[in-house]
């Protein structure tokens, strides 16, 4: 099994949609979790950290299941804007060591 | 506050040369790292170092490649001799030590390097 995998994507929906992202980690011991955000030919970029409790950022809300090893990433009314590939990133075996999801690719259409 | 800073942005080099890689952090920033990311896949760590000591090289294909970061500041990444498949962009990214509760904070990546090897 693989450290980190996330929905194989792409998804393809329309602006003004809600659209979720799902990632399974496998090591139960991981206790930092982020969602980055790449555009294309571009470097990632921090989106947001994901805390036990859920947590929100406009249009975006991130949620945590540790009993399931699971994270979630949330987008409601998607812009033109939103379309980039979204990485999963866990600490692994260090703690300051990250691993990083395949990503899973959006594209919003107009 | 200034980025992660790389260097070169393209490189393209023929199967059996050298390169090398060039990354400055975050002023304070201890912690820093390479990354490798093929096309249509999610960075790999090649390495991991804090201040000047290697943390985790274990996926470092260490029969070709090496990093070194003597002052604890910058960094050098080389490929020595590069492979076809070693086309990629390198990624650095650097970040500080974690909270006083222990919660990580995330990286900053620079721009990358994006290597082509013919």
């Known amino acids: 099994r693989k450290e980190v995998e996330q929905d194989p994507g792409p998804f393809n929906v329309p602006e003004g949609a809600t659209v979720a992202f799902n990632c399974t980690y496998s090591?139960?011991?991981?206790?930092?979790f982020f969602w980055y955000r790449q555009d294309c030919r571009k470097e990632p970029k921090l989106l947001m950290s994901?805390?036990?409790s859920g947590n929100e950022d406009g249009r975006f809300t991130a949620q945590l299941n540790r009993a399931s090893q699971y994270i979630s990433l949330l987008i409601r009314d998607s812009k033109l804007s939103d379309s980039a590939t979204y990485l999963c990133?866990?600490?692994?075996?260090?703690?300051?060591?990250?691993?990083f999801g395949p990503g899973t690719r959006l594209s919003v259409l107009p | 506050e200034a980025g992660v800073a790389q260097s070169p942005r393209y490189k393209i080099i023929e199967k059996r040369q050298s390169v090398a890689f060039w990354c400055n952090p975050i002023?304070?920033?201890?912690?820093l790292y390479w990354y490798q990311q093929i096309l249509g896949q999610g960075p790999k760590l090649l390495i991991q170092?804090?201040?000047?000591?290697?943390?985790?090289d274990s996926q470092l294909p260490k029969d070709r490649f090496s990093a070194e970061r003597l002052k604890g500041v910058d960094s050098t990444l080389k490929i020595q001799p590069a492979k076809l498949e070693d086309s990629a962009v390198y990624l650095c990214?650097?970040?500080?030590?974690?909270?006083?509760?222990?919660?990580?904070?995330?990286?900053?990546f620079g721009s990358g390097t994006r290597l082509t090897v013919v």
């Open positions: 002023s304070g920033h201890a912690t």
């Open positions: 090591n139960s011991a991981s206790q930092s």
């Open positions: 170092f804090q201040n000047n000591g290697v943390v985790d």
């Open positions: 994901v805390y036990s």
């Open positions: 990133v866990v600490n692994g075996n260090y703690g300051q060591n990250f691993v």
């Open positions: 990214a650097s970040t500080q030590f974690p909270r006083p509760t222990g919660e990580n904070y995330g990286y900053t």
